[in-house]
């Protein structure tokens, strides 16, 4: 909701301020440096770029316009199944778990916990992690450290869509200055014509440049840091799972693992004690006393 306003207000301030100006807003309606410019930004990501971060790119513009997953509800959530597994886990060893992290669609586990088990990456995350676990050929510190690269490349692996409309965006008043560029030749072209078609092409040549630079700093650049907190609050989700799950095998008592994860889940989305506490229990949380 705020990126469309924001979009509305980028927008609304510069139609506004031209008509304030007396502007004619028929002059920047020029559909062939639309073309110019839109066709060859489309034509510069496709060569810069494999298929699927192309494909990547498309879905997430989504993260633009809707709000972030990553919410306090989904934290809650998360550490509730993290206990389960975890309770489960020390009554009845970690064997008692294969089961769980062989067929995680049949779980009854999982199922309980369906607003977590429907990230696919993340349910494969703790289930390959658990996995190594009860292999108990591994180590914490390798744990550790298997669990940073992993991390590692699921974090460049989603960075590399907003770097890539990064890449796009920049080329965009390079673009707009091509668009005006050919605008300009079309005006030489007309030369010894009636001033008012001549100065209508220097007009549209001018749109070009004004095109270019919108589109950059004013839509595409937001779209792409957009993208990127959206791919460091996943970056911080996962983080918070190999906390938690590092912690447990560590020997951490499972409140104190779930624990360690409600510590490193980012102040703007981590839930109080109480909350977690009322989750944990399975309780609707008691409402403040009016005043």
């Given at each position: 909701?705020?990126?469309i ?54 879905r ?11 919410n ?27 089961a ?10 999982f ?69 005006a ?75 104190v ?35």
């Open positions: 909701m705020l990126s306003i924001g979009i509305v207000a980028v927008l609304g301030a510069i139609i506004g301020g031209f008509l304030m100006e007396r502007g004619n807003l028929r002059v920047l309606m020029q559909p062939s440096e639309l073309v110019i410019i839109g066709g060859a930004a489309l034509g510069t990501l496709l060569i810069a770029n494999p298929l699927p971060v192309v494909i990547g790119i498309l997430g513009l989504r993260c633009v316009f809707t709000p972030s997953k990553y306090k509800t989904l934290y809650l959530a998360t550490m509730a199944m993290l206990n389960d597994l975890f309770n489960k886990a020390r009554k009845g060893g970690l064997s008692s778990l294969e769980d992290v062989e067929q995680p669609d049949q779980s009854e586990l199922k309980k916990h369906a607003l977590v088990a429907a990230e696919e990456h993340a349910l494969e995350f703790i289930c390959d992690t658990l996995r190594m676990l009860m292999t108990g050929n591994i180590s914490p510190h390798e744990l550790d450290q298997m669990l940073e690269v992993d991390l590692e490349v699921h974090h460049k692996e989603t960075t590399q869509f907003a770097s890539a409309l990064v890449t796009v965006a920049d080329a965009l008043p390079g673009l707009g200055i091509v668009a560029v050919l605008g300009v030749i079309v005006t030489m072209g007309a030369l010894g014509g009636p001033p008012s078609e001549i100065g209508h092409k220097v007009a549209a040549a001018l749109v070009g440049t004004f095109l270019g630079i919108l589109l950059c700093y004013g839509i595409f650049s937001p779209f792409a840091s957009s993208m990127s907190k959206a791919a460091e609050a996943e970056a911080q989700y996962y983080n918070c799972l190999r906390v938690g799950l590092l912690a447990y095998a560590r020997g951490a008592p499972p409140m693992a779930v624990e360690f994860v409600r510590r490193s889940i980012p102040y703007a989305v981590r839930p109080t004690f109480l909350e977690l506490e009322t989750e944990l229990r399975g309780k609707p949380a008691e409402q403040p006393a009016a005043a």
